[in-house]
């Protein structure tokens, strides 16, 4: 089958579907932050591909904004489970529930 | 049937096995396995890419995300000793959970894949080379590029701030 829009949409939307189910079953912080990844990065395949097959590069830049705040947000994140980890001494949200009633 | 599409069939096959190795690994819960996979996916994607075209973003993605996100993910589970994290089974009702929702979202996305008229826009023309997107980058985009650049230089403050020994 010839590979078009279409294609690349269903792998993007897979993807997508791949990174949702890991952060609603994986109970490990730094797993939820992979599985987040894998959702920018199925966001960052529709883009390129729209951009590809409709002619507009205002698209693949704003992939490229993506890549650069996800590269942020990973820093930020990562700092902040450094940190609770030696507060804690656990990754595993199961573990974080001092919030709750 | 060209070489380009059995290359698309070939990385996307690959890009979502590993992808779901990443999220369930039925041999390993160690999360450097998972990071590892994740780094076959971001370079399959960077295939996906290359074949869609967008060659700069193909080596942006992995110089970015295989040479420094997964590094840093690498430094973070290293630095912290998560032996006993890998002991621990995905409860039930969290895949259940899992399942029905990401169900239902993909009948949604099913369902507006096949309504939609994608045909009319089937000619693939655009061409993502570093010349077209700096000039569009420089030109018109040339706010939002400052402006992430003073979020990177946030986050850069943001992250020594938290990662001090001791922060009061």
């Known amino acids: 089958m010839h590979a078009g829009l279409e294609q690349y949409l269903a792998v993007s939307f897979a993807l997508f579907a791949l990174g949702l189910l890991g952060v609603i079953m994986r109970r490990n912080l730094l797993v939820i932050y992979m599985s987040l990844e894998l959702m920018l990065n199925a966001a960052n395949l529709a883009l390129v591909a729209f951009s590809r097959f409709k002619d507009n590069l205002n698209g693949q830049i704003l992939v490229f904004f993506i890549i650069t705040v996800a590269a942020a947000e990973v820093s930020v994140g990562l700092a902040l489970i450094v940190a609770l980890y030696r507060r804690r001494q656990s990754a595993h949200v199961e573990d974080l529930t001092s919030m709750k009633l | ?168």
């Open chain 2, 1 to 168: 049937m060209g070489i380009s599409d059995i290359l698309f069939y070939v990385f996307a096959a690959m890009t979502l096995s590993c992808a779901a190795l990443v999220i369930a690994n039925p041999f390993s819960r160690n999360p450097v396995t998972s990071a590892m996979f994740l780094v076959l996916t971001i370079v399959s994607m960077a295939g996906l890419f290359v074949l869609l075209h967008a060659f700069f973003l193909a080596a942006v993605q992995i110089l970015v995300y295989a040479g420094a996100v997964i590094v840093l993910f690498l430094f973070v589970i290293m630095l912290l000793d998560l032996k006993a994290e890998a002991r621990r089974k995905i409860k039930f009702y969290g895949l259940a959970a899992g399942v029905i929702s990401v169900g239902a979202i993909v009948a949604i996305f099913a369902r507006n894949l096949r309504s939609t008229p994608l045909h009319a826009l089937a000619s693939p023309t655009a061409q993502g080379g570093t010349t077209a997107l700096g000039l569009l980058l420089f030109r018109q985009y040339v706010l939002p590029f400052e402006v992430i650049s003073v979020l990177l230089l946030v986050a850069m403050v943001g992250v020594i701030l938290l990662s001090r020994k001791d922060s009061k």
